[in-house]
């Protein structure tokens, strides 16, 4: 199969040096985001509201977000 396209926020060395293949290259399905997509508004939002469950859950002293907790 091929590769439809694809979204990066993150490139092997930053910033990115003159001539970068990726950049360089004329790929009309390729997105680079200059690495700041987690700072959308929405983004934001998220770690906000998940820091501010986290010591919630903290203070009432139950786990939050457990993994295997059986482990």
Request: a positive charge.
């Amino acid at each position: 199969g091929k590769i439809a396209g694809a979204a990066v926020d993150v490139l092997n060395v930053e910033p990115p040096r003159q001539g970068n293949p990726l950049l360089a290259a004329d790929l009309p399905n390729l997105i680079v985001t200059p690495h700041i997509a987690w700072a959308s508004r929405e983004a934001r939002q998220r770690i906000i509201d998940q820091t501010t469950e986290n010591i919630r859950t903290f203070k009432a002293g139950a786990p939050v977000r457990v993994v295997n907790a059986a482990r």
